[in-house]
């Protein structure tokens, strides 16, 4: 019997030396909509790198999106900037699926709007 | 001596051992002078022959005489004093009556990292039963239970210890055999103790005092961490021991296991701990912050290949993920520490040395914090990544001149530290990163070299210490630059040189069987730290000012003076009482620097203070400890202690709305962060043959009005907790101990809590916990 719980106390032992990191992965969502024209888009990727697009909408219905996973802690950034005074913008950051930050504005061509924050922890 | 003859003869006559020396034969019985104990395995060698043997279990002993008179008959052991006896011709028939007096140097039962020598200062030795016993998962938390022994808390982990209202660096901590950890982070959220798992230790032995200088620079004090070590086997054994433990409102559990093993030849142990916390209701019912994840895996080898001669090589790697600090502006996000430890202990050189000690360690931190759980991370993020080790080494040697005992050795350390802190404007354009130096490869070298010499007599034990370190540091120039690139502050002279001397002194009177008196004094020097010499610009201290190093500092001095009594009695109990007085030179305390020489760049600060040496500075207080026998159903116990600290000559910055406006000197204010007075007293019952032992602790602590007004420190109320404690002993592989901590759900704080971050609400302690561990050893 003792050498049962010897030889489980070892395999316990083992799991627990391999139980050492616990990353936690989250989606997230860039998400940009509501303007009427072309508008400039900057935002972090997985690699951490900030990346900028110009995206030119059909319409204010128009959504423009992106996708990565994020491990907790990790800063998640958009920001905008239109050139049309009769456009404006909505930028949401999602985590899972459930709106994290979001920002918008309207007729203002001068101010960049940013969305921005870090991914919670649990 | 006749009465002693004929007692033995009678013993013998009952025991069936006939002991009247015959003809050419010599007998007799050895006992321990101190106890009159017979002591077996005692070599008795015949000189003029050669011809030897041991006294057996009760001390008895025979040897062939010889023709040669007179005998000379030499009684050896390894923890007693050899002795030479000389037996006339008219002598021989009547049987000897030998007493031996213990040696000094009584190798204790745990070998290479406990203490070897019995010492003569003050000290005291916490077992492994109330660290099993503790529902604690902190050392520096556990240890507040100490008289005069309190913890600076910021945070779910890494309380500070503060020993008589010492703390910090000017604490020796160290890890079995002399092993140092330096923490990375400048807000010393995680101090040497935060990088020992509490689950890991044995022992733990608090030195007060400058006395204990065979263990390094001993200022305050020195905390030695004693965890277990591999054992040998006569013939190949394996071990198995767990520890679980579990807890409500603090909730959370902490494991580990070890298995262990070895023969004659070599040892092994491995083991795993696992701890994970999370937030905890205070007894008002607010929940505080408190969360923490940690683990850690630990393997050590030991070979003995002859008798006496033991090498030890240990790996540890711990891990902190997630701990909460919400008194400082971040968090622990991760800690991974490697510590690399060979020990050497070697025995059985003879008579002449006792023992050779040595140890060699690496230990590695790499810390990084973040403020990503602050409010002001919604505009920057601040992530710090800071490396920190500390390379050294100690050997040691003791050895016997005439009747006493010198143990002599050197101990080398050296620190680096280096990191940056990294600022994210996640709210700007672009993500603007700033990255700050915070220790621009700061390095501290110390080289000791030391002596303790121990001698004993009847009624007196001396002691007497004398310790040389030559300190050097150094560190790139001390710099903080602007967003905009510009440098707003700047020293390059970084250089500094120190030599040290430090020396203790004590004696303890044995005044008769009941009662010893001790005095101890000394004098112990310590070096700055490397936050007190090379800190830039950052809110490191009590008070709410960015802080700036000095490298020019000059080491602070303690020279301290203690009075104890003891009193041990079998029927009456124990009692140990002692008052200490301490007066400390070139105390490292910090005044503000003018906003037009350096402007402080924390948001919120005040200004900025800099490392100053003020003259002086006094402590003094007292230790009470109180014990029933432990012959009795139950026992009790009483402590009590007070420290209190005063600087002659303060200066007190007044505020008004935000901004110093002035100064003022305050005459006798009292040192910041000393805990108050405060009393424990302990009540257990033990029922079935004491496998059962209901208890109760109560905890009076008061409140603490000597407070610093130049630090503006704030009054603590006074409180009482009451624990409820139950241990089980189902068999000598189970172990249950449980209770009630702060069972009436008190709600109250530690004088010594810093307050919540960004406002002045205390950080409240657990209101009600009940806890439940199980040790199990196979």
């Not at chain 2, 009678?10 to 002078?33: E, N, R, Y």
């Not at chain 2, 360690?361 to 800071?386: E, G, Q, W």
């Not at chain 2, 210490?465 to 903080?480: I, W, Y």
């Not at chain 2, 620097?593 to 919120?604: A, F, M, N």
């Amino acid at each position: 019997m003792k050498l049962i719980i010897k030889t489980f106390s070892i395999i316990a032992l083992l799991i627990l030396f391999g139980a050492c990191n616990d990353l936690t992965q989250k989606k997230v969502t860039y998400k940009a909509t509501g303007a009427v024209s072309e508008f400039t888009l900057q935002y972090q990727n997985a690699n951490h790198e900030l990346i900028t697009v110009n995206v030119t909408p059909e319409s204010a219905a128009d959504v423009w999106k992106f996708d990565l996973m994020a491990e907790e802690g990790e800063i998640v950034y958009l920001s905008g900037k239109y050139k049309d005074i009769h456009s404006g913008l909505l930028l949401q950051i999602l985590i899972d699926g459930k709106v994290y930050k979001q920002g918008s504005s309207r007729y203002d061509t001068i101010k960049y709007l940013t969305v921005s924050g870090t991914i919670p922890y649990n | 001596m006749k009465t002693q003859g004929f007692l033995l003869s009678l013993i013998c006559l009952f025991t069936g051992v006939q002991l009247l020396a015959q003809s050419g034969s010599i007998s007799g019985k050895i006992t321990d002078q101190e106890n009159g104990q017979p002591i077996s395995l005692v070599t008795v060698k015949n000189i003029q022959t050669g011809e030897t043997t041991t006294s057996g279990k009760s001390g008895l002993f025979r040897l062939n005489a010889g023709e040669k008179l007179p005998l000379i008959i030499e009684f050896s052991h390894l923890g007693f004093d050899t002795l030479r006896v000389s037996v006339d011709k008219d002598k021989l028939s009547i049987p000897l009556t030998i007493n031996m007096t213990e040696k000094q140097t009584q190798l204790s039962e745990v070998e290479v990292f406990s203490d070897l020598t019995k010492s003569q200062y003050p000290v005291l030795h916490v077992g492994i039963t109330p660290l099993e016993r503790t529902p604690q998962q902190d050392i520096g938390k556990f240890l507040r239970s100490e008289p005069n022994v309190g913890g600076i808390r910021k945070g779910a982990l890494g309380i500070d210890p503060v020993i008589r209202g010492f703390k910090y660096s000017q604490l020796n901590v160290q890890l079995n055999g002399g092993t140092k950890i330096e923490g990375g982070c400048p807000n010393r959220m995680d101090p040497a103790t935060a990088h020992v798992d509490i689950n890991d230790l044995k022992n733990i032995a608090i030195y007060k005092g400058p006395y204990a200088l065979k263990y390094g620079p001993a200022f305050g004090g020195v905390l030695r961490l004693i965890t277990s070590e591999p054992e040998f086997y006569e013939t190949y054994q394996t071990k198995v021991s767990m520890i679980v433990g579990g807890q409500t409102n603090y909730e959370g559990f902490k494991s580990r296991i070890r298995v262990s093993g070895g023969n004659e030849l070599l040892a092994y142990s491995f083991s795993a701990n696992w701890n994970k916390y999370g937030d905890y209701k205070a007894g008002n019912g607010d929940v505080m912050q408190g969360a923490s994840n940690t683990s850690m895996i630990k393997g050590q080898i030991g070979v003995q290949p002859l008798k006496g001669q033991k090498f030890f090589l240990s790996y540890d790697k711990s891990q902190g993920r997630n701990v909460d600090f919400p008194t400082l502006p971040m968090d622990e996000r991760s800690d991974d520490t490697e510590i690399y430890d060979f020990n050497y202990l070697g025995t059985g050189f003879g008579t002449g040395i006792n023992f050779i000690q040595a140890n060699v360690y690496k230990s590695d931190v790499h810390h990084i914090m973040d403020n990503k759980l602050r409010p002001f991370s919604d505009t920057v993020v601040a992530i710090s990544d800071i490396t920190a080790t500390n390379t050294g080494g100690r050997i040691a040697i003791n050895f016997n001149v005439g009747k006493s005992v010198i143990e002599a050795g050197s101990s080398y350390e050296s620190i680096t530290k280096d990191g940056n802190r990294f600022k994210t404007m996640i709210m700007q354009p672009n993500m603007p990163t700033f990255t700050e130096e915070l220790w621009n490869n700061a390095l501290i070298n110390n080289l000791g070299l030391f002596a303790e010499y121990q001698a004993t007599s009847s009624k007196i034990d001396w002691v007497a210490s004398v310790r040389l370190d030559f300190n050097q540091a150094n560190s790139d120039p001390m710099v903080r630059y602007a967003p905009t690139g510009d440098p707003v502050f700047l020293d390059a002279d970084t250089k500094s040189n120190y030599t040290n001397f430090s020396f203790s002194g004590g004696m303890t009177w044995h005044i008769n069987k009941f009662n010893k008196f001790g005095i101890a004094l000394g004098k112990g020097v310590r070096s700055p730290d490397m936050t007190e010499r090379y800190i830039t610009l950052l809110p490191v201290g009590y008070d709410n000012y960015d802080y700036v190093g000095n490298p020019k500092l000059k080491p602070e001095e303690n020279h301290e003076i203690e009075f104890d009594w003891g009193y041990q009695h079998s029927r009456w109990g124990n009692l140990q009482a002692g008052i200490f007085f301490s007066f400390v030179t070139n105390y490292i305390s910090a005044v503000m620097v003018p906003p037009s020489e350096i402007k402080p760049q924390t948001k919120g600060v005040l200004g900025v203070k800099r490392f100053i040496n003020i003259d002086k500075a006094y402590l003094t207080g007292f230790e009470f400890v109180y014990s029933t026998p432990e012959k009795l159903k139950w026992d009790a116990s009483l402590t009590a202690a007070y420290t209190t600290g005063i600087n002659p000559e303060a200066t007190h910055y007044i505020i008004e709305n935000g901004q110093v406006t002035g100064e003022e000197t305050i005459k006798n204010d009292p040192l910041p962060e000393i805990p108050p007075l405060e009393a424990t007293v302990s009540f257990n019952y033990h029922l079935m043959k004491r496998r059962l032992s209901p208890g109760i602790k109560v905890r009076v602590v008061a409140e603490q009005n000597q407070i610093s007004k130049a630090y503006y420190e704030t009054s603590t109320p006074g409180f009482t907790t009451v624990e409820f404690l139950l241990a089980y002993t189902y068999s000598k592989n189970l172990k249950v101990y449980g209770g009630i901590s702060n069972l009436f759900n008190t709600n109250y704080y530690e004088h010594l809590n810093r307050r919540i971050v960004g406002s002045s609400a205390p950080y409240l302690e657990p209101g009600r916990m009940c806890y439940l561990n199980l040790i199990i050893s196979l």
